[in-house]
């Protein structure tokens, strides 16, 4: 007797079909995708659920004013922020519309606070206090603001590195020319060796001399420390320490990272940690942060795994995090559990806005770059901005929208608007199109 296996995936028994068997229509609902959507399904409206419950709670909503010169433009207009959210999201966004790389924004006022019943009965007073902000970001729920110039934006993005066969194929899925040959080099030279620890100790030994002076160093009172007690419980449960160090010298570790074993072909690389953060030498913490990612690269393919989990990202597309992990062959999605916000931005502010936070939005037909071209700024060569925009061009972005505020006679200065639309254009083949758009006019307003 033989078995064979036709195209449509029936068996045949010594030249015979088995009959399809339509005794119930139910047979197809083992299928293991339609398993995994009804999975997918039972989360979501799971989130959904605790969601409502949340913004029903007492004091869960917030709506605060913000006022200051935001992404290094001292010396600039202070710039009138506005958010409405539930209130464990309010810090994030004071980090996330930060004024500069180690401070966030403080709150002036804070105008509401309570649950969405309450908010509904308020919703007239803030809709006021919105119209008179220079940018509003309004978490989207049952009976929220909205309104026709918003867009809506995603602001946690969850990178994930897919894991090849060797090495080598890991580097080539580096987007950046300048870090495959940085990576390269680095293997050539074989100057650093990783090992893995399980134990409690590993893990006190990173938190301690790894991971905290790190935060320290880098963020300032701005940076945000994970609960120990917390940490111990994770690493207890699918946790273990990466821990890297020069191949010649002393053993002690110069940088490591905190792995999550995620299951399914998965690890995390949740957290990491360097000794020398303090030193302020950018080329030696360029270096072990590179040996860093590569240990976690080679572990992730010694075990055959399937993906990296880069972690948490803003959705700003000029964010030093987030061009890193596209450099590194990084995609994103918007991460489990993410808000979802209607941004929206004064007709006379969106070019400076823009141009200093370039937000990726939802768009209908998939991922939408919002950028602003602010004629005020410092001027930029062609080569310049072709740097800036090349790595947007492995996003899948469907659209981009861009506000200018150039006129009279700079718009046609070389170093201005010209250079900024020219590498654009060279660079961004979209399925969608790239709009040009007037500031303080109408969106029909195009150039």
């Known amino acids: 007797m033989t078995t064979s296996s036709s195209g449509c995936g029936r068996s045949s028994v010594m030249g015979h079909s088995k009959p399809p068997r339509h005794r119930d229509g139910f047979s197809r609902l083992h299928h293991p995708v339609f398993l995994a959507a009804l999975r997918s399904a039972a989360s979501f409206a799971r989130r959904h659920v605790l969601r409502i419950a949340e913004l029903l709670a007492s004091e869960s909503i917030v709506a605060r004013r913000y006022v200051g010169a935001l992404g290094g433009s001292s010396g600039r207009e202070s710039v009138v922020l506005f958010f409405v959210g539930r209130g464990r999201f309010a810090r994030e966004f004071e980090v996330y519309f930060r004024e500069d790389t180690g401070r966030g924004i403080a709150p002036a006022a804070t105008l509401f606070r309570g649950n969405l019943v309450q908010y509904l009965l308020h919703r007239a007073r803030l809709a006021q206090e919105a119209r008179e902000a220079d940018l509003v ?187 890193h992990k596209r450099r590194l062959g990084g995609d994103f999605t918007p991460q489990a559990g993410s808000p979802l916000f209607c941004v929206r931005v004064r007709p006379t502010r969106r070019a400076a806005i823009f141009a200093r936070f370039p937000l990726l939005a939802v768009g209908p037909h998939g991922w939408r770059a919002l950028l602003g071209f602010d004629d005020e700024a410092p001027r930029l060569t ?66």
């Open 137 to 323: 970001a309004h978490e989207v729920f049952p009976g929220a603001l909205a309104g026709a110039d918003g867009h809506l934006h995603y602001p946690m993005l969850q990178g994930s590195l897919h894991v090849e066969a060797s090495i080598d194929r890991q580097i080539c899925r580096m987007r950046s020319r300048a870090q495959r040959r940085r990576a390269r080099d680095l293997l050539r030279r074989g100057g650093y060796r990783e090992w893995v620890e399980h134990g409690p100790e590993a893990l006190e030994q990173f938190r301690a001399t790894l991971y905290e002076p790190y935060v320290r160093a880098r963020f300032g009172a701005w940076g945000f420390i994970n609960d120990p007690a917390e940490l111990r419980r994770l690493y207890a449960s699918k946790g273990y320490i990466l821990f890297v160090a020069p191949s010649a010298g002393p053993s002690e570790p110069v940088c490591g990272a905190l792995l999550l074993d995620e299951g399914s072909g998965v690890v995390a690389y949740f957290l990491n940690g360097f000794s020398d953060a303090g030193r302020r030498d950018p080329a030696r913490i360029a270096e072990h942060t590179m040996a860093l990612e590569l240990a976690v690269m080679k572990h992730a393919i010694e075990r055959r795994l399937l993906r990296i989990e880069l972690g948490y990202t803003r959705a700003i597309l000029s964010d030093g995090l987030f061009t």
């Open 382 to 447: 062609k080569g310049a901005w072709r740097g800036m925009f090349k790595s947007y061009r492995q996003l899948g972005l469907w659209q981009a929208t861009v506000w200018t505020n150039a006129s009279g006679e700079r718009r046609r200065d070389p170093l201005g608007e010209p250079a900024f639309r020219s590498a654009l254009a060279e660079l961004l083949d979209l399925p969608g199109r790239i709009d040009f758009l007037i500031d303080g006019e109408p969106s029909e307003s195009k150039r």
